[in-house]
Nanobody
Framework: QPQLVESGGGSVQAGGSLILSCAVS???????????MAWFRQTPGNEREAVAV????????YPPVSVRGRFTISKINDKMSLFLRMKSLNPEDSAMYYC?????????????????WGQGTQVTVSS
């Protein structure tokens, strides 16, 4: 089964940018290319929220209106990597960000629809 490791989190001021990365290992490139991948975020006491999803065909979705136009998800199949470019960050974006993967592609954006998870990387945005 795949292992997912996130990196790139940190502390930034409001208006700043960050790029999160997720390195996937333990599976073949062919299998990875067929996975649906996503970025979720979670704050204490709240459920994990999908912020960006990329489907095996390359289509993307950004469920929260608040991130549209500011967040961009991308993947490089032959590097088995997933990225989340975030710009114009604000304090409400502060959260633990998780990379998630699943061989299925649910039309929903629930955490329960994703089987494999990384350990998370913290993003803190100060005003």
């Amino acid at each position: 089964q795949p292992q997912l490791v996130e990196s790139g989190g940190g502390s930034v001021q409001a208006g700043g940018s960050l790029i999160l990365s997720c390195a996937v290992s333990g599976i073949s490139v062919d299998i990875y290319s067929r996975y649906c991948m996503a970025w979720f975020r979670q704050t204490p006491g709240n459920e994990r929220e999908a912020v960006a999803v990329i489907y095996r065909g390359g289509g993307v979705s950004y469920p929260p209106v608040s991130v549209r136009g500011r967040f961009t998800i991308s993947k490089i199949n032959d590097k088995m990597s997933l990225f989340l470019r975030m710009k114009s960050l604000n304090p409400e974006d502060s959260a633990m960000y998780y990379c998630a993967a699943d061989p299925g592609c649910s039309p929903y954006y629930r955490a329960s629809d994703f089987t494999y998870w990384g350990q998370g990387t913290q993003v803190t945005v100060s005003s």
